[in-house]
């Protein structure tokens, strides 16, 4: 019994017969196209995600004495965002100022949202 040919440094699998093996890279497109339940869930989790993160973005940015705003989403569809402020603001004040903003903007939130 011979050895599997080596195409381009790869090896077929034992279930491939060597005249239908054509090695290919890994293309993002494909990856998506030949899933396209994960592709779907995928949007799904973006969508609800930016849902949830543009409005209190929207309405935290611009707090008095912040610098920048960033902003991470998870698979689970958590959200979790940081602000940052200049060197010397009172910190009990910038979470006030935070959390009163984020109280108005949860009223443009979807319903299945919590705000923790």
């Known amino acids: 019994m011979l050895a599997p040919p080596v195409v381009g440094g790869l090896t077929p ?7 239908n093996y054509i090695p290919q890279k890994m ?3 494909h990856f998506f196209i030949d899933r396209p339940i994960f592709a779907c869930v995928i949007s799904l989790v973006i969508l609800l ?4 993160a543009t409005p209190i973005e929207k309405q935290v940015n611009g707090v008095d004495k912040m610098l920048y705003i960033s902003t991470s989403c998870t698979s689970d569809g958590s959200v ?3 602000v940052t402020f200049e060197v010397g603001t009172d910190p009990d004040m910038a979470t006030v100022l935070v959390q009163n903003r984020v109280n108005v903007a949860s009223a443009k939130l979807p319903e299945d949202c919590a705000i923790i």
């Open 80 to 82: 979790k965002i940081t």
């Open 13 to 19: 699998p034992a279930r491939c017969s060597k005249s």
């Open 49 to 52: 995600a930016g849902a949830v």
């Open 27 to 29: 293309n993002i497109s």
